[in-house]
């Protein structure tokens, strides 16, 4: 029994098959099931800088996670002053780069020595979303989390951003 070599045309379909399949796979699996793990927790805001950075007492040099608080603190300004700190605490050797800050509307103190008062009635009503931004040491705002972001993956996000902008 004598078999014919394949022709130089399927040769050449077969070499483009193969070269093109993992191409066309990728594209496939880029498109129609993008990856869970690359979407933020909280959200992306145009680089500008942040309303209450310029006032005095305001922390510069470092990053800041920033509540604003336009009453007296209630049953949810409490657990985002909680997680606040644990977002801080989890930082490891990095809690030292974050500061928490406060922008009040009434005037108080700050809670505890690790967190910068800054009283800003002025500011308050146009910063009062129910959660909480991250401010880079320039000033500038970069996140912003509502206070149903999940903590661990809130925790995660700020530590990878702190660690990618090791240089502020």
């Given at each position: 029994m004598r078999t014919h070599p394949p022709s130089g045309r399927f040769v050449l379909l077969s070499l483009l098959a193969f070269t093109l399949f993992p191409i066309l796979v990728a594209y496939g699996f880029y498109w129609w099931a993008p990856s869970m793990a690359t979407l933020s927790v909280g959200q992306l805001l145009p680089t500008k800088p942040f309303l209450a950075?310029?006032?005095?007492g305001w922390p510069i040099g470092s990053w800041s996670l920033v509540s604003v608080e336009a009453g007296p603190c209630d049953n949810p300004c409490q657990q985002?002053?909680?997680?606040?700190?644990?977002?801080?605490l989890a930082q490891g050797e990095a809690a030292a780069r974050i500061a928490r800050v406060r922008v009040l509307a009434l005037h108080e103190t700050a809670g505890s020595t690790e967190e910068v008062g800054l009283h800003a009635p002025h500011l308050v009503t146009q910063l009062s979303r129910p959660g909480y931004y991250l401010v880079d040491p320039l000033g500038n705002q970069v996140m912003f989390y509502a206070d149903a972001s999940d903590?661990?993956?809130v925790i995660r996000e700020v530590g990878q951003l702190i660690k990618i902008n090791n240089a502020l």
């Open positions: 950075a310029s006032l005095p985002r002053r909680f997680t606040l700190r644990q977002i801080r903590p661990v993956r």
